[in-house]
């Protein structure tokens, strides 16, 4: 019987001693098999190892296919190495944009100096606290009341000419401001007992430079009342930003982290009125609208590394709160030194460069800079780690009525037709 070579069933059943798929299947044996002995055991290991090695590797693309795999392999019935458990966390990292995995990265003890520097900010709030209570503020025009009033020279004055003439004609603590150019100026001064009438020719000839006439434009008088309600307005300005941030993070992150940054920006408020009341600064809007603004500053910085501190307790694991915290603090140390040089630059140009009026308000700024610098890295993140803070904070839990039920149905009319 003739055998048709075209035929691929004949070809199966019958193939040539010493044609072309003798000889191909001839080299095929003669590759060494994975172990052997025709087991995949020793394959297995060494996926495995290759897969716990790359632990220290993942991030980006890598990190997802990794965890990915480690699934894979938790849900094969012949890998019964990997844990369940630990299976449905890579999941849930991954579901989050992969693991991250620390590996051969420095991490930076911020928390070893945990208690001292509570204890420095502790001994700072209660000092400050002292100097306000024993020494006070040094409140300026706005808040005490006083004289305003709006001057104009032919020339370009300067603004220590000017305190000197009115120092020399009895018009003592004046604080001169420029408004827009070197010509036009704002007087403010003390209460005074003259009438407007009287005050305005005394200030007249208080005002006059030597070849460079002035012209007074207007001139107010500002009562106590009014200066005791501007008072009272900065300080609920003060604790109603506090109770704002204070929801603000609680709904956006969690309520121990709301904690946290509030007694930061307390913190940071309460030491920069301290050293003006310590050292008898004057105490003016300017400097009030500083420490609006450092609380405003201070907070973004607080955000960004309360972002990173819920992005590391999802993704990371094998490490404890402690550790997950300092990792968190050493990726944001790069961002936070090159924020507080740079505004650092700006507030120092105001300091030197900006004249009489932006003097206080730019030192308010540059102690408030200094102490919500560590404040946010030691106050508003060891607050949370003493109240507890875990993974279990961040992770989404599915409530009881959304969670999904198996119904089954029997149709009536199948047994009918049976």
């Not at 309520?255 to 913190?267: D, E, R």
């Not at 932006?358 to 800079?369: D, E, M, P």
């Amino acid at each position: 019987m003739a055998i048709d070579n075209n035929n691929p069933l004949e070809q199966q059943n019958n193939p040539e001693p010493n044609g072309s798929n003798s000889e191909a299947s001839t080299r095929r044996r003669k590759k060494p098999r994975r172990d052997g002995k025709g087991s995949n055991t020793q394959s297995n290991k060494t996926s495995k190892t290759s897969l716990s090695k790359n632990k220290t590797r993942r991030g980006g693309k890598d990190a997802s296919q990794d965890s990915h795999a480690l699934a894979t392999q938790a849900m094969d019935p012949n890998l019964n190495n990997l844990d369940i458990g630990d299976a449905e966390d890579n999941a849930a990292a991954e579901a989050e944009g992969g693991i991250k995995a620390i590996g051969d990265q420095r991490i930076i003890p911020f928390m070893k100096l945990e208690k001292p520097m509570a204890l420095l900010s502790l001994l700072m709030v209660i000092g400050s606290i002292i100097a306000i209570a024993v020494n006070g503020l040094n409140l300026g025009l706005d808040f005490t009341g006083g004289v305003s009033a709006d001057v104009r020279y032919e020339q370009p004055a300067e603004q220590v000419e000017v305190v000197k003439a009115l120092a020399d004609n009895g018009f003592d603590d004046a604080v001169v401001q420029y408004l827009g150019t070197r010509q036009e100026l704002l007087v403010r001064l003390p209460p005074q007992s003259d009438n407007v009438d009287g005050l305005n020719a005394s200030l007249s000839k208080a005002l006059a430079l030597p070849n460079n006439n002035v012209e007074i434009s207007n001139v107010n008088i500002i009562g106590s009342q009014v200066g005791n309600d501007i008072y009272l307005s900065s300080v609920m300005a003060l604790v109603l930003a506090l109770a704002c941030m204070l929801g603000y993070v609680a709904l956006r992150f969690q309520f121990k982290l709301a904690l946290g940054a509030v007694l930061s920006l307390f913190h940071d408020a309460i030491v920069t009125i301290g050293i003006f009341a310590l050292f008898g600064f004057p105490f003016d809007l300017t400097v009030l609208a500083a420490i609006l603004a450092l609380i405003g500053y201070s907070i973004n910085d607080t955000i960004v590394v309360y972002d990173r501190i819920r992005e590391n307790f999802r993704r990371v694991r094998g490490i404890t709160p402690r550790q997950t915290v300092d990792l968190s603090l050493t990726e944001t140390l790069r961002r936070t030194i090159m924020t507080i040089s740079t505004v650092l630059l700006v507030v120092l140009a105001m300091l030197f460069l900006g004249g009489e009026g932006l003097y206080w308000f730019s030192v308010a700024l540059f102690i408030g800079l200094l102490a919500g610098t560590y404040s946010s890295t030691y106050i508003a993140s060891s607050i949370p780690l003493r109240m507890g803070l875990s993974r279990e904070d961040f992770i989404v839990k599915v409530k009881p009525e959304f969670e999904e039920e198996i119904v089954t149905f029997n149709d009536p009319k199948m047994y009918e037709q049976d």
